[in-house]
């Protein structure tokens, strides 16, 4: 069955962190890549990060460069994206997704129902 849940979300001030979870079915983690996306109102969905499961490469959006960082475990079939140095315009709902990969929606096949990120100023 294919299933990705998301958590961590919440509302943070600038400046400070966060941690989101992804935790997915044996199936979905199974997926070559495993990314995560955020949509903010009024705005189209954006790639965040994505990392590949083979060889644990990983790909930033130049937006989150230095600030958020990608990560899995195996053992618990689970992606992170550990977000430091938040700003007002990270604010959005995240989703983690399954699929080959890149930062382009289109190459995911399953998604998870998103957390919402808040961060004020």
């Known amino acids: 069955e294919a299933q990705l849940v998301e958590s961590g979300g919440g509302v943070v001030q600038a400046g400070g962190s966060l941690r989101l979870s992804c935790t997915a079915s044996s199936f979905t983690f199974s997926y070559h890549a495993i990314a995560w996306f955020r949509q903010a109102p009024g705005q189209e969905r954006e790639g965040v990060s994505c990392i590949f499961r083979s060889d644990g490469d990983t790909d930033y959006a130049d937006s989150v460069k230095g600030r958020f960082t990608i990560s899995t475990d195996n053992a618990k079939n689970t992606v992170y994206l550990q977000m430091n140095s938040l700003k007002p315009e990270d604010t959005a709902v995240y989703y983690c997704?399954?699929?080959?990969?890149?930062?382009?929606?289109?190459?995911?096949?399953?998604w998870g129902p998103g957390t919402q990120v808040t961060v004020s100023s």
């Open positions: 997704a399954a699929g080959a990969g890149s930062l382009h929606e289109h190459w995911y096949d399953y």
